[in-house]
C-alpha cells in the first residue's frame, strides 16, 4: 500500500469561498517579477555610441569661412547646398554628424548662423563641411 492511497481518488477540494482558478491565471503567478523594469532600456542607451565633436584645424576653418563667404556674395541666386553639421544627442553627450540639404536664404554673420528658406538655421561652429550644388 503506498502513502497516497487512501486520498488518491477522493474528489478535488472547491472553495465556497473563492471560484476555481483559470489555468490562464494559475500560469501567471509563475511569470516572472519584473524588479528591474526599464532596466533593459538603460544599457541600450548606455551601449549606444554617439561621437565627439570635432575641433577644426586652422586650414579647414579657414576654407569654410571662404566658402561661407563665397554663399552669401551669391545669396541672390539662393544657393543649393549640402552641410554636414555636428547634431547634439538629447539624452546623452556628444552627438553625431548628419548632412543637411537647402536653399540658402541668409547668412547672420554676427549670430555666425547660416539660414535657410526652410527655415532651418546652422550655426558655422557646427559645420564640417560645405559642399555647394549650385551657386
Not at 61 to 77: M, T, V
Amino acid at each position: 500500500m503506498g502513502r497516497y492511497d487512501d486520498i488518491i481518488n477522493l474528489p478535488h477540494h472547491q472553495s465556497e469561498k473563492r471560484p476555481h482558478m483559470s489555468l490562464h491565471d494559475r500560469a501567471a503567478q509563475f511569470a516572472p517579477f519584473a524588479a528591474l523594469t526599464g532596466f533593459d532600456e538603460k544599457i541600450d542607451e548606455t551601449a549606444r555610441l554617439t561621437d565627439k565633436k570635432e575641433v577644426l584645424d586652422e586650414e579647414t576653418a579657414l576654407l569654410l569661412e571662404n566658402k561661407i563667404r563665397h554663399i552669401k556674395d551669391n545669396i541672390s541666386s539662393r544657393p543649393v547646398i549640402t552641410v554636414t553639421r555636428f547634431v547634439r544627442d538629447e539624452r546623452k553627450e556628444g552627438g553625431s554628424y548628419q548632412p543637411f540639404e537647402g536653399k540658402v536664404k541668409g547668412i547672420d554673420e554676427i549670430n555666425r548662423v547660416i539660414i535657410f528658406t526652410d527655415g532651418e538655421k546652422i550655426y558655422f561652429d557646427d559645420i564640417l563641411k560645405i559642399t555647394e550644388e549650385s551657386v
